[in-house]
């Protein structure tokens, strides 16, 4: 379980994540949605420690952050919305390379099966470089759960992908879930989302306003219209409940 109490993120003058207070269970599988700029990615890195709160504090298993860092960052396997790799390495040296990186020895059999479910086998001797970009966001979501982390952290995991690339990352991330992995993504696609999520947590005006289920969001879905009537970008996404 994580926990955030009061947590807020400013980076100089400038405000990205409003004070707030919200448990994350272990186990669940979370969508993340609302408007550009409303701090979900931010939001990621204060949970992955790559940031730290400017106010607040962060707890894993009831401990704080600074206490156990170490085995948060153990835990936690992150994807970041940027794709993160050396094209001018095949697929099957990009994995060894970030294999080698790791501090713990990584499951060769999950590794495998990873690879197989996102059908990377195909494309192993090929340099990342010369890959569509469905093809390098499987590249990337596999060197960042290599580890085989209880806790997932992807942002935006299918971003401009092929409807084909986007089943296989469904269908992995599914199984990571019925393995009992924690699975905290940022997406703005309701097909993925409803394919994957047991709850969403929304953000508008830098921080969380609503977390739970799609039928406690849509009984909901008008008060929160009528609370943040100027965001026009909030009724797009809602629009599709």
Not at 28 to 36: D, E, H, K, T, V
């Amino acid at each position: 379980m994580i926990q955030l109490d009061n947590v807020s993120k400013r980076y100089r003058r400038k405000q990205v994540l409003d004070p707030f207070s919200l448990t994350i269970q272990e186990g669940s599988s979370i969508g993340i949605i609302g408007p550009n700029g409303a701090g979900k990615s931010t939001f990621l890195k204060l949970i992955a420690s790559l940031e730290k709160p400017s106010k607040g504090a962060l707890s894993y298993e009831g401990q704080p952050y600074k206490q156990v860092v170490k085995r948060v960052r153990s835990a936690i396997g992150y994807v970041p919305q940027d794709i993160a790799l050396y094209e001018e390495l095949t697929v099957g040296q990009q994995i060894a390379f970030w294999k080698k990186l790791e501090k713990t020895k990584v499951d060769d059999d999950f590794l495998k099966r990873m690879v197989e479910t996102l059908r990377l086998d195909e494309v192993m001797d090929q340099p990342v470089g010369q890959l569509s970009g469905g093809w390098k966001r499987k590249v990337n979501l596999c060197v960042g759960l290599l580890k085989n982390p209880s806790i997932c952290l992807l942002d935006e995991p299918t971003a401009g992908v092929d409807l084909a690339a986007k089943e296989d990352i469904i269908a992995w991330l599914k199984e990571l879930h019925q393995q009992g992995k924690t699975l905290l993504y940022i997406s703005h696609d309701w097909y993925e989302l409803r394919k994957l999520s047991d709850e969403y947590l929304l953000f508008a005006e830098k921080r969380p306003v609503f977390q739970g289920t799609e039928t406690a969001l849509i009984r909901q879905k008008e008060e929160l219209l009528q609370s943040f009537d100027e965001q026009k970008d909030l009724r797009r996404i809602l629009q599709h409940l």
